[in-house]
Each structure stands twice: as C-alpha cells, then as structure tokens.
C-alpha cells in the first residue's frame, strides 16, 4: 500500500466520520424534544426507584448553572484564587435532603 492510498483512505474515513457527527447534531434537538416531552412520565418511574432522584438532578442543573455564573462573573481570575458561589436557603435544604436520600438508599443496600 503506497502512501497515496493510505492519505485517500484517511480522508475518506475522516469524510465519515465528519459526516456521522453532522447526522447526530442534526438529530440533537429532536432528542432533547423528545426526552423533555417524556420527562413527565420518567420522573415518577425515576422516583419510584431513586427516591429524591427528581429533587437530585434539579439540584444539579440549579449548582452547574450557579457555579457556571461564577466563573462567567469572575472572568480570567476565576481559576487563579478559587472560586466563591454563593447558594440559597433553598439550594442548601436541597443538598441536605439529597445527602439525606442517598444516606437512606445506601444503609438499606
């Protein structure tokens, strides 16, 4: 196998697989459509066998977007010093109910 066969093959496997990403970020807001369109009859099945799972993911989604503001707010200093993010009485009674769940599920394992 020359060299020249070798770079044609490349390219091609490379063209294939640029071509598989650009098919799954097209498919990509119908997946999110579809999973948001269901969550309603996910969450209770979710709870049934995670108790507090709802109440974890939304504590999750509620720190990332919190620490993600933090970041954004300090700029170019947010990695050089740490990092203050500051939560709600609501946020914290949230982690303390999860920390609680997750205490339950594992004495019970």
Known sequence: MGLGTLVSDFKKDAEAVK???VKIAGDAPAVVAAVTKDEA????VLEAFLPKSSTAISLGNTLL???AQAVEDAGPAAGSSGLF???DQTVVSDVRAVIA???AAAAKA
């Open 85 to 87: 993010v500051p939560l």
């Open 65 to 67: 977007d919190a620490v």
């Open 19 to 21: 071509n598989f990403i």
């Open 41 to 44: 009859a996910i969450v209770p």
């Open 101 to 103: 769940a997750a205490k």
